[in-house]
Nanobody, 126 residues
Framework: EVQLVESGGGLVQAGGSLRLSCAASGFANDDFVVGWFRQAPGKEREGVSCIAAADSSTRYADSVSGRFTISLDSAKNTVHLQMNNLNPEDTAVYYC???????????????????WGQGTQITVSS
């Protein structure tokens, strides 16, 4: 059974940084992708970034490119999302998502993912 557990949310001032972590377990092999999504009040859930376990290839949404960095600690099967230069528009609940048997594809489409974490709140004050 695949499980994803997020940690690292909280409150930060604009311009500050936070790091989210997603501990992944239950994937059968290295053909899986872990993505980060976020959902602000009244808005749809949107893809932020994703990483492939097989080769650490990554993808970013335009809104976070250059500010956020996703990485994989293979030894711990943990994906980190380093978020720098945060602004109030980044305030949302952030979710970790996973999909296996990807045939080495990447996607920021939420419908592509099969497994979801419980979410963690990020609040950026101005």
């Amino acid at each position: 059974e695949v499980q994803l557990v997020e940690s690292g949310g909280g409150l930060v001032q604009a311009g500050g940084s936070l790091r989210l972590s997603c501990a992944a377990s239950g994937f059968a092999n290295d053909d899986f992708v872990v993505g980060w999504f976020r959902q602000a009040p009244g808005k749809e859930r949107e893809g932020v970034s994703c990483i492939a376990a097989a080769d650490s290839s990554t993808r970013y949404a335009d809104s976070v490119s250059g500010r956020f960095t996703i990485s994989l600690d293979s030894a711990k099967n943990t994906v980190h999302l380093q978020m720098n230069n945060l602004n109030p528009e980044d305030t949302a609940v952030y979710y970790c998502a996973g999909r296996d048997w990807t045939w080495y594809a990447l996607s920021l489409d939420r419908s592509w993912y099969e497994y979801w974490g419980q979410g963690t709140q990020i609040t950026v004050s101005s």
